[in-house]
C-alpha cells in the first residue's frame, strides 16, 4: 500500500522549474524527518532533500543547494520540493520518503527511511 503520493512531474526545458508535491497521512507526516531522493537510469537513489517535522532544519545535496526549496503545509499533510533552474542531470525518477526517527548522521542515508512514495517523472531537456 502506497502511503505517500508524488505529483507535478513531467518534462521541462533546463532553466525551467517546476513543483513536486508529495501528499500523506497525518501519522506519516509527523514523522521526524521527510526528505527526497531521485534515481536516474543506472544510478543508485541518491539524496536530494529533507526537512525535519518542525521545519526547524533543511538540508540539501551540494548538487541542487541554491536551486531547490522543499516546504511543507501542516494543514494539507504534504511536502514539497520547488525545483528552479532546472539541468539535465537532474533528469531522474523522484521520490518522497519519511523517516520515523531522525538521526543528523542518517537523513541523507535512503536506506533508513521508513515510507517511500512511487516516484514521479522529471525529465529535463537541453
Known amino acids: 500500500q502506497v502511503q505517500l503520493v508524488e505529483s507535478g512531474g513531467g518534462l521541462v526545458q533546463a532553466g525551467g522549474s517546476m513543483r513536486l508535491s508529495c501528499a500523506t497521512s497525518?501519522?506519516?507526516?509527523?514523522?521526524?524527518?521527510m526528505g527526497w531522493f531521485r534515481q536516474a537510469p543506472g544510478k543508485e537513489r541518491e539524496f536530494v532533500t529533507a526537512m525535519t517535522w518542525d521545519g526547524g532544519t533543511t538540508f540539501y545535496a551540494d548538487s541542487v543547494k541554491g536551486r531547490f526549496t522543499m516546504s511543507r503545509d501542516n494543514a494539507k499533510n504534504t511536502v514539497y520540493l520547488q525545483m528552479n533552474s532546472l539541468k539535465p542531470e537532474d533528469t531522474a525518477v523522484y521520490y518522497c520518503?519519511?523517516?520515523?526517527?531522525?538521526?543528523?548522521?542518517?537523513?541523507?542515508?535512503?536506506?533508513?527511511?521508513?515510507?517511500w512514495g512511487q516516484g514521479t517523472q522529471v525529465t529535463v531537456s537541453s
Open positions: 497525518r501519522r506519516i507526516f509527523s514523522s521526524d524527518i
Open positions: 520518503a519519511a523517516d520515523r526517527t531522525y538521526s543528523y548522521s542518517d537523513y541523507s542515508r535512503f536506506e533508513k527511511y521508513d515510507y
